[in-house]
């Protein structure tokens, strides 16, 4: 019976049963997934994409350092610096903001080469 006329539908020809029998003929081909060399997971990426993908991804934490090197001198300079904020910077506190940026480049600079020499001599700082 159908479920909006009230008609009798009529049955569907009756298709044989599968029968699942020991035949493995369809099992039987020259195809063999066992002999591939092993995977290494990661979604099938190669290697050079593993490279390219390492390669961008130190090249964005380096903009990121990059980005917060920046804001920690904006901060470091205004707070130095600029005694009443106004729509523009006095010569004093420009040469201000030029002489704290210089300043903290060569900090790191010292910084950076004293570390250097550390690890290749492998004594103390």
Same mark, same amino acid.
Request: net charge negative; glycine share 10%.
């Given at each position: 019976?159908?479920?909006?006329?009230? &008609?009798?539908?009529?049955?569907?020809?009756?298709?044989?049963?599968?029968?699942?029998?020991?035949?493995?003929?369809?099992?039987?081909?020259?195809?063999?997934?066992?002999?591939?060399?092993?995977?290494?997971?990661?979604?099938?990426?190669?290697?050079?994409?593993?490279?390219?993908?390492? #390669? #961008?991804?130190?090249?964005?934490?380096?903009? #990121? @350092?990059? @980005?917060?090197?920046?804001?920690?001198?904006?901060?470091?300079?205004?707070?130095?610096?600029?005694? &009443?904020?106004?729509?523009?910077?006095?010569?004093?506190? @420009?040469?201000?903001?030029? #002489?704290?940026?210089?300043?903290?480049?060569?900090?790191?600079?010292?910084?950076?080469?004293?570390?250097? &020499?550390?690890?290749?001599?492998?004594?103390?700082?």
């Amino acid at each position: 019976m159908s479920w909006f006329r009230g &008609k009798k539908e009529p049955e569907p020809e009756s298709t044989p049963e599968p029968t699942f029998s020991s035949d493995t003929s369809a099992f039987e081909g020259s195809t063999n997934f066992a002999s591939g060399p092993p995977s290494r997971g990661g979604g099938g990426a190669t290697s050079a994409g593993m490279g390219d993908l390492q #390669a #961008a991804m130190q090249i964005e934490q380096q903009k #990121a @350092q990059m @980005q917060a090197i920046v804001s920690r001198l904006t901060d470091l300079a205004f707070t130095k610096c600029i005694q &009443k904020p106004s729509s523009s910077l006095s010569s004093s506190e @420009q040469s201000c903001i030029n #002489a704290t940026v210089l300043k903290y480049f060569d900090t790191s600079e010292f910084v950076l080469g004293r570390l250097m &020499k550390s690890q290749q001599g492998g004594g103390d700082i």
